[in-house]
């Protein structure tokens, strides 16, 4: 029950071995996050006004002028730093000191390493014990560094950061605490050399810095408190952390759109562009100032020749690297998935692992750090190299294998860690791929702060390059037939390799930009698109991509999407997939009606509607409204009040001289308070802001789970007995305090009495927050444009209606049901086969039959468990209004 | 009142000297077109039971099991003819011949021109009169050619692509007529040689076939029918369009998201890059098939060096290139806008032009090429180049320049045209960027297809180029100081300039990556973003893109962006900009009501409220459903029919035998046609689908602009007195031939009283098109979230309400003009200073009470125009439903 607004605003995170668990759905979040913004629209707006008040105050002194001036010029100040670009700007510039930083301490840890290695190479065991202790010491620092500090910077961040991006807030995601785990959580993990990645987290990363800075600039202005803002910013910053992480802001924009969100503003785009191309040239100005290079260059920069970079011919091969990556993109989201579930399933071993939770990521470092001993199995997949290292060496210019014999050719540097005096560069290639292959899959579902694209751009490098060296085996002088020999480029294959597993695995196709800009190369466009293009569609056909799998297993709430080329999705109407058995509540109701409804609700939202015949649609409530407003009719404060009223009327009735009491004024006052709350109706402020809906804690008991309802109206509540029946749990007598001069002297049964007569009357609606827009569609709008609506407004339900009427209702749920079937089951029209007779019987009436009737069996089954009752009719047909 | 119903569903076209205008606001057409896609989709489902009724057909027959397999494979083939990739293979190919054998075409104009005037070099005259006749032949047909085939074909075309993909469809705009007009206008006019370039116009072609080829493929499969699937594609096809153009698929991507879409959807920009990428790909093998070229490059390849493209020193001149441009990109809109609107203004020249549509293109053109003219002004600025050979001159690795003396320097190939034996190669350069700058402005507002980004892009590395051989011969031996020497490469400039000036134009960042892809180097991508990003940044603060620019000299439907950087919008409320004055109609509401609301309205549609008291928005109906509704009201079929039944009651008073007469048999079938249709109601189809109001004709004359309201309902219909009135232009009596046996000998008095009557009858809606789902926002929504919800569903108006309660709309307008507002004056906030005040006093009340008075005066006011007639209380309370 812990926390202020925003923690309760959040979804709640479950802590599990692999992936953490988000346990609650989209629900509530869109309403309180509109009130929390009118709230806080509200609270400027006064600010404002007072604002105004101190510069009037300030004329009236003596060196008035001069004040004014100075309050203009902070007023000025305040409203540039405001300003779209000096956010950006800032953003950029710290981005990349945190992503230079920490390449340079990663670079200071791999050095360490490799020093160590080196000191001994006189005893093998000592040397096995350097190269494999380090790692495991720095996983598992890192493991528990995170767990202990903040378990939200576990993993990529691109999964969780496409649900803040559809309007989800996720809990403690953007804090301090998170930023500081992610960065040395990463910094630690991608030390130790684990084929680890840094786009994902950096993409998390930049997005905390956004959340921060926002926080830090709202010091100056007001701008900065404004919520569809600040989820541009952190679409701006998804951008940054991939540009500055590749100093590469093109790709880093476009990688970053086709990752997180379904719909883009252009306008976006632009931030985006603004701060990846600040921040990617930052990062390199660093590099160039640290007399690391002579000037800005790419990152990997590649030497290729212009003049011919490939021959035609040779376009099926890159083809057939393309189509390779697809399978192979797949296989990879499959086998990650695979891990993570099947670590998850084995009850026993999961049971003992989240006791001794840093064991997993030990061992695994162990065995990975094991495979790769350069004097041990890693001397047949060049294991002293680092991913890095590894990197250069497949986009370099050389060709390894001449005629087939790899031993004859002169390699140089870092090269000469593929060579190996038995075995060819073809099967060390092979060796490497295999087994990094599954060791990536394994290691991105460790409990660390870490991403999946970069060993994955490796290994897809390396594939790339095994094509490559195998056709320029094959064709020794190249393909091209006429005149001037152009030997093959095994480096060009490689770039195509990476970009397109790279570009399977996360299902987009920027990463072909991410490669030219990675390179400094585009002259192989041609076959670097083909690639890409082949292998998404493999992939695509076969899984999701790797941040929706992740999705999937961490339970974010998520919209799936409508794969193109299958036209069913037009075909399908909203009439085909709604819910027609709508939960409503009509204006007219009474609390019975309300308390009937909650016992058996779970929905989220209720719909208002004119009443059960017309069924005109006004707005939706919240369950939790609902259940305040119960609350409020049945609490303590208001049988207090009853009590006091019976009182005074006895005192009345005994003695006629009017003698108004303490408690009569108090009484008064907190009436004259409810009045004025009511008058401000029409702009619909909720009146008790902290009365909010509480949601679970962080780490949730179970014990606390079983009460999930309870409502801390005030300390003065407490809730009567049918209350109490309807959140069945805590009996515990809490807060039992007296108000001091009135004893609540009534009985059970009394109570119970008072109670059902309070039940009777009817509802009074003004005190609730209610949304008066919900999302309407039509009958006949179809599946695709529905997906549309929900994707564009980041929506979780929205009632069907015609001409007014309330007709039936579509959730996340049936929508992702209908999508799944539609998109799996290849030709299967989801539209039931009678839904054109259904549709001759269509009408309103039908689904408030059902509901009627589903009413009707509600209350019979809430009379046998509840106390004995008269059954009053639920339709009354009286209007409050 | 010809054309069939797609014809009505377009905007108008009006023919003005320069660019057309259009003439009609957004209004009716997302209602029109929901119905058509209701319509269509229902025939669908009949044809597919009838084709499952052929397959059971089938069976019966004697190789029943062959047929089957036919009729499988029929319709599995069919299936996949629909997939999208077979739609976007097709189109990519098709796009890349027609650019190719284009291109090629334009080749051969060029060198046809070039041959002349090289033969012709005896005489000077003869000489200037091949160069002058040739373009001003061509440039004269293809005005002609389009003007007379399809005025449509004129301009760019990306303004209008812009304009259809957010929802408007405009009149002929995708025709096949359009298509070959363009494409040989296109041709003759880039043809001639003169500054004009093929991309904008590339888009609208790429569009073009993508509809014709969507209607081609729709005699195979259904889906093809489909809307939003067509503009899903145009969205693709924009993309090809730019992507063939230049075989840049990344950045013709990016181009057409940029300058198309406000927000665009993911799975369109992987169906674009898809198109796009094949396009490109046959647009480059076709190249290397005609040998023309070795291997797939690009188009421009550069050859700089890679190891250091630049100094970091060389930053600052980068961004004064980007800065400069900037500015010269908003001078180049203003330019061409002024342009255009001083022609217009001219009401005598534009009056003389009209009549001689051809001089006005032909005197340009002669003014252009004379100044061009190579022995003449054109040696001081390479006016013997084309647009091509100059590109490839100012990207090329050779420094002019020298320590300033132009003259050492050995020149080869077209450079050569840059040296003149007088002046310097700085003065020839700054002649032809200020020549060029005019010219292109002038030549883009030519009635012809022609696009301004090519020429643009010239000029932006001619300036660049300026700049780089300045910063040579000031730097000769480079900036960097350790070591190495590394000139300064002058192309590269050019490259920052082109991409730099033609973003500024066109405000788009992807220029950036266009360039890129046109050089085949990415070596300057930091230069290049930052320029970009620094030209957008002037050139937005200064003018509109040159796109919008043209939308608002065609007056096209558009929305304009929201700025960045203006926090205003955030404190923006739709209350503060919402009309509370809504003109409603109520579901109880008598004829009476209808007429009185039409005789004043001229709004596309009206919001249809439960009562008046209540004010519950139910739905909206167009303007012309209600005109339709009265007109069948007080038509002259019900007159007639009135007639009948009055005779009948007479016949049967008269003589107690009942005789069915042949006139009452046919009056019951009618009877019974009405019954039959008003059952379809809650489907919503429209009872007769010809009755849709009839829009202009393409060539408005001004008589048929005096009478917009006509309705033809059916030849029967006579408009009644009342209605004429309503209508009050045509008097004509049109279609007054009889029924044949009852006569109309009612006279105009008791017409008038029969009218009378008729009017005070309650509307029967059931007939009525109404939409049941109009968009509804809250008081407090955001400028910000509007303008985001407008421009992501491409709303035109949406109503707001409070519980239902309708209490004002919105419409285009109002958000236009509060957002110009908020936008071009800083600092000024929108919101009335009394807003604040206005608050406390909302409530659905006042707004209904504004419109109740605002009745009376209505009313008041028709009272004293129109007949004598009694009063009679609009709100009458009995319900019709």
């Keep these: 029950m812990a926390g202020d607004g925003s923690d309760q605003r959040a979804l709640q995170y479950e802590q599990t071995l692999m992936y953490g668990r988000y346990t609650q759905e989209l629900g509530v979040y869109a309403k309180e996050e509109a009130a929390r913004l009118r709230e806080s629209g509200q609270k400027r707006s006064i600010g404002d006004r007072s604002r105004s008040l101190d510069l009037l105050e300030y004329e009236k002194g003596r060196c008035a002028k001069c004040r004014i001036c100075t309050v203009r010029c902070q007023k000025f100040l305040i409203s540039r730093v405001g300003e779209d670009w000096i956010f950006l700007i800032l953003l950029g510039l710290l981005m990349a000191l945190v992503s230079w930083v920490m390449d340079f301490c990663i670079a200071i840890c791999l050095q360490a390493q490799k020093w160590m290695y080196a000191g001994l190479e006189s005893n093998v065991f000592l040397q096995y014990l350097a190269w494999v202790t380090y790692p495991v010491v720095l996983i598992t620092f890192s493991a528990g560094f995170t767990q202990i500090l903040a378990p939200q910077a576990v993993g990529s961040g691109i999964p969780e950061m496409k649900t803040i991006l559809r309007g989800v807030v996720l809990k403690e995601y953007l804090t301090f605490k998170t930023f500081v785990a992610k960065v040395i959580g990463l910094t630690c993990s991608l030390g130790s050399g684990m084929p680890l990645g840094k786009e994902g987290p950096f993409v998390h990363i930049a997005s905390l810095c956004a959340a921060l800075l926002s926080k830090f600039m709202s010091l100056f202005g007001g701008i900065y408190e404004n919520e569809s803002r600040n989820i541009e910013m952190l679409a701006a910053a998804c951008a940054v952390g ?7 802001p093109i790709g880093g924009v476009l990688f970053s759109i086709e990752v997180t969100s379904t719909f883009f503003a252009v306008r976006n785009y632009w931030r985006g562009f603004f701060a990846a191309t600040f921040s990617a040239f930052i990062f390199r100005v660093l590099a160039v100032w ?14 290729f020749r212009l003049d011919f970079p490939f021959d035609l011919q040779e376009l099926p091969a890159f083809a057939v690297t393309g189509i390779a990556s697809g399978f192979g993109g797949a296989l990879f989201v499959y086998l990650n998935r695979f891990f993570v579930l099947f670590m998850r399933k084995q009850k026993a071993i999961n049971r003992f692992l989240i006791k001794k939770r840093l064991l997993f990521p030990a061992v695994v470092t162990l065995v990975i750090c094991t495979l790769t ?21 497949f986009f370099d210019n050389l060709t390894w294998a001449k005629q087939g014999i790899a031993a004859e050719f002169d390699y140089m540097g870092h090269s000469q860690a593929w060579r190996h005096p038995q075995v060819n560069v073809f099967v060390t290639l092979l060796i490497f791929i295999i087994m990094k292959f599954w060791m990536s899959a394994l290691a991105t579902a460790l409990p660390v702060p870490c991403g999946a694209f970069m060993p994955v751009f490796v290994i897809g490098a390396a594939f790339g390059r095994l094509v490559g060296e195998s056709m320029a085996a094959w064709f020794p002088d190249g393909i091209h037939s006429d005149g001037t020999i152009y030997p093959i480029v095994p480096g060009g294959y490689a770039v195509v390799g990476a970009a397109a597993l790279s570009g399977a695995v996360t299902h987009t196709v920027s990463t072909a930009v991410i490669v030219f800009e990675l390179t400094g190369q585009i002259s192989h466009i041609l076959p670097v698109m083909i690639a890409v293009i082949l292998a ?22 998520y919209l799936p999407e409508l794969g193109w080329g299958h036209h069913e999705k037009y075909n399908i109407r909203v009439e085909d997939i709604m819910v027609r058995d709508v939960r409503y509540i009509t204006l007219n109701c009474c609390y019975r009606d309300l308390h009937n409804i909650l016992l058996t609700g779970h929905l989220k939202t209720l719909a208002l509607v004119e009443s059960a015949e017309s069924m005109i649609l006004l707005g939706s409530i919240e369950h939790s409204q609902l259940q305040l407003l119960l609350s409020q009719q049945l609490g303590r404060f208001r049988r207090l009040q009853y009590i006091r009223e019976q009182a005074a009327e006895e005192k009345k009735r005994l003695s006629q001289v009017s003698n108004p009491s303490s408690e009569d004024s108090n009484q008064r006052a907190s009436q004259e308070v409810r009045f004025q709350i009511s008058t401000e109706e029409s702009s619909f402020i909720p009146p008790r802001p902290v009365l909010q809906k509480p949601l679970k804690p962080a780490l949730k008991r179970s014990s606390v789970a079983e009460r999930p309802a309870e409502i801390p109206t005030s300390p003065h509540d407490n809730s009567g007995i049918a209350l109490k029946n309807l959140f069945c749990a805590s009996q515990d007598t809490e807060g039992l305090e007296d108000d001091g001069d009135v004893e609540d002297d009534m009985t059970i049964r009394e109570i119970a009495e008072w109670e059902e007569k309070q039940l009777d009357e009817q509802v009074n609606f003004s005190n609730c927050k209610i949304d008066p827009a919900p999302f309407q569609l039509v009958e006949r709008t179809s599946l695709h444009k529905t997906h549309t609506i929900f994707s564009l407004l980041g929506l979780d339900h929205a009632y069907v209606t015609s001409i007014g009427r309330l007709i039936g209702v579509v959730s996340l749920k049936e929508l992702r049901k209908a999508i799944e079937g539609s998109v799996t089951v290849k030709g299967v029209k989801v539209r039931p086969p009678l839904a054109s007779f259904r549709d001759s019987g269509t009408s309103g009436t039908s689904s408030s039959e059902n509901e009627a009737t589903e009413l009707h069996k509600l209350w019979d089954r809430h009379r046998s468990v509840s106390l004995p009752r008269e059954h009053v009719p639920s339709e009354s047909d009286e209007k409050s209004q």
Tied chains: 1, 2.
């Design 242 to 248: 991939v540009g500055c992480c590749f100093a590469a």
């Design 290 to 303: 640290n007399r690391d290079e002579e000037t800005i260059t790419a990152l990997f920069k590649t030497n």
């Design 373 to 393: 001993f350069p004097p041990g199995f890693g001397q047949f997949m060049a294991g002293k190299l680092t991913q890095k290292e590894s990197l250069v060496t």
């Design 536 to 557: 998404n569609a493999v992939a695509q056909s076969l899984q999701p991509s790797l941040y929706d799998s992740i999705i999937k297993i961490k339970k974010l709430p």
